[in-house]
């Protein structure tokens, strides 16, 4: 889904009543409005908030309209805003000279607050074109990711940043092993299936900062930003290991997929451009490929042997299949060792039975209302079941309180993800759970806990988690606490909090996901019913 976001519009304006009329006129028009008394701090204004539009008056002291134009249009932070110019004077010069300075409009005063709503709607109209024809410009049609035309764009603004700022860039390039036999055996629209699936999946566990393109074909390539050789290889393996265990079906069919990946970085010393990273890093994957395929190679571990090597052999692909089927053996082994841990903890809180289940109901939903992956509703459902482990940090009697928390008492409560996140570290196999626990008390405006991350650089996970266990615990009655609100009355807050303490993408999600279970939602209240019939 795609939330429309709110056009901010900046005017310059040496007048406060018309200040006060225009920012009246744009708030009634659903828009932010941006005030500056004169061109000095309008100008300012504008490379900091980098407005929509700008309204400009003509006549000013000091710095008149057309110059500060000019300066704006000058200055390659701003040049691409749309400027109306906004003026008592109804020349055709000056007019002329506005639109020969790069203004987009020219409306005179006393303007008509109908013209000039009619008018800076044409230019957002005109705005969101643009951006819309920029992501068809800049995005893969079939998988959704960025293409190779914007993967380059992005790689050589961050090697010339690199070797300016020193540090290092990774590039990692992907290729799905045996894709022409995929699409040989099962059609070309299941392989442009597997496609997406995987692009998901690199999307979907990589960091804010990096980018996943699609590179052509079955490749991929992902740049990580400030990522050593080290890490990056990691890292790497990482997104290997999700692609291979990821529970593929073709025609109601279990196959197997598998990834072949190069690393390369390039060090802000390196005399490397963009090319050659690439170059480097399709050499470490050809190198891959030739290693048995289902690998990871950096390039500085490439040697002369790489080049010929054949195949690995076919006892080495039955050993290291019998060890990925032994891990998802172990896997399921620690869920069965840490669900009895939950049960411990039940005694300490019975509440928390009921509780974990109902989260996971609810969070299973909401992901599958925005069409994430298989991959990470797997590791959501996880998550959702262990996210309250850390609640055997907090005692009793501030678990149950029901008045006011202290703020000794309020530090401790807020410990809790943490301490899920601790508890499951030494594990191992929990990474990115452990990401979705550790922040689903963060909240969309970058007030929660505990790191007071902002929006889209809380993990999705997280952000789905919050809501259902948001709405769960309204909606359930507790023995210290019997209350509970009404499903319409949690919905109406939590659509309240969108944007706050919500992503409204997840809202949006939310309701979906109730309007089709509103007659089994909230399972609490059936519980209690449940229990009342027996």
Not at 327 to 336: D, I, K, P, S, Y
Request: hydrophobic share 40%; aromatic share 6%; net charge negative.
């Amino acid at each position: 889904m795609t939330i429309r976001r709110v056009r901010k519009v900046l005017a310059i304006d040496d007048s406060q009543p018309n200040l006060i009329l225009l920012k009246a006129h744009l708030g009634s028009m659903g828009l932010i409005p941006l005030l500056a008394d004169n061109a000095a701090d309008g100008i300012a204004m504008a490379i900091e908030q980098k407005p929509d539009i700008i309204l400009l008056d003509v006549m000013m002291p000091e710095i008149d309209g057309f110059e500060a134009c000019r300066r704006l249009k000058a200055d390659i932070r701003t040049a691409a805003i749309p400027i109306i110019f906004v003026s008592a004077k109804d020349q055709s010069d000056d007019k002329i000279s506005g639109l020969k300075l790069g203004a987009i409009d020219y409306v005179t005063k006393p303007f008509n607050k109908g013209e000039l709503q009619a008018r800076i709607g044409i230019v957002l109209q005109m705005t969101e074109l643009q951006e819309r024809l920029l992501l068809l410009a800049n995005t893969d049609e079939l998988t959704g990711l960025s293409n190779r035309r914007r993967f380059f764009e992005v790689l050589e603004r961050e090697v010339l940043q690199t070797k300016i700022r020193g540090g290092s860039i990774a590039v990692m390039m992907f290729d799905v092993d045996h894709f022409k036999n995929i699409n040989d055996t099962y059609g070309h629209l299941n392989g442009d299936k597997v496609l997406q699936q995987v692009g998901k999946i690199l999307n979907e566990n990589i960091y804010p900062l990096d980018i996943a393109a699609r590179y052509g074909g079955e490749e991929f390539v992902v740049l990580m930003p400030g990522m050593p050789v080290e890490v990056a290889t990691q890292r790497a393996q990482k997104l290997r290991m999700m692609i291979d265990k990821y529970q593929w079906e073709i025609d109601n069919k279990r196959i197997s997929i598998t990834c072949s990946a190069g690393v390369a970085v390039f060090n802000g010393a390196d005399a490397t451009d963009p090319y050659e990273l690439i170059r480097k890093a399709d050499e470490a994957l050809y190198a891959a490929k030739h290693r048995g395929r289902n690998c990871v190679v950096p390039y500085d571990q490439l040697n002369p042997e790489d080049k010929v090597q054949a195949h690995q052999d076919e006892d080495f692909r039955e050993l290291q299949s019998k060890i990925s089927s032994l891990a998802l053996q172990v896997r399921g082994q620690t869920l069965g060792i840490i669900s009895a841990f939950t049960k411990a903890i039940i005694v300490k809180d019975p509440y928390l039975a009921s509780h974990v289940e109902n989260v996971r109901v609810y969070a299973m939903s909401i992901a599958k209302q925005m069409d994430v992956s298989e991959l990470l509703i797997e590791q959501l459902h996880t998550a959702a079941i262990l996210h309250d482990l850390g609640k055997i940090i907090i005692p009793n009697n501030i678990l149950h309180k029901t008045t006011a928390l202290t703020d000794d008492e309020r530090r401790i409560v807020q410990r809790h993800p943490i301490a899920s996140a601790d508890i499951l570290a030494p594990i191992g196999i929990f990474g990115q759970e452990i990401v979705i626990i550790r922040h689903h008390h963060e909240n969309f405006d970058g007030t929660g806990y505990p790191n007071g991350l902002v929006g889209k650089n809380i993990p999705v996970g997280s952000r789905i988690l919050a809501v259902a266990n948001t709405f769960d615990s309204m909606t359930s009655a507790k023995p210290w606490d019997p209350t509970s609100k009404s499903a319409d009355d949690a919905i109406g807050e939590i659509v309240s909090l969108s944007g706050a303490q919500f992503d409204p993408e997840v809202v949006d999600a939310f309701k979906k996901a109730y309007a089709e279970n509103h007659n089994a939602w909230p399972l609490s209240q059936k519980q209690q019913v449940a229990a009342l019939t027996q």
